[in-house]
């Protein structure tokens, strides 16, 4: 069983193509940095069906009770003013445990 934490992106078109490699990186390497992070992938969408989401982040967690733990990690709070920088406008989260 897992907690799979998934985020869509609108990120804006006017954001610097550097920045927004960064943010992809470092999201692709929280479960490196962050111990109870067993999965993260970060990527750009691929179809138009994403509407305004031009990103998804996936987060795998051992526990529910880590999203907040998560929350307030500093390797995610860096990261997460990063992101600030280049979307366009509000993210969308959506938070599911991964049991039958």
Request: net charge negative; proline share 5%.
């Amino acid at each position: 069983m897992s907690f799979i934490h998934i985020v869509l992106l609108p990120v804006s078109p006017n954001a610097p193509q550097e920045l927004v490699d960064q943010v992809i990186a470092d999201l692709n390497r929280l479960s490196e940095q962050i111990p109870f992070v067993t999965r993260s992938s970060c990527g750009k969408t691929v179809t138009q069906r994403g509407r305004q989401y031009t990103h998804a982040l996936l987060v795998e967690l051992e526990r529910a009770e880590q999203l907040s733990e998560y929350a307030v990690h500093p390797v995610h709070q860096a990261v997460l003013a990063k992101i600030k920088a280049i979307v366009a406008e509000e993210t969308l989260a959506i938070d599911f445990s991964d049991t039958n």
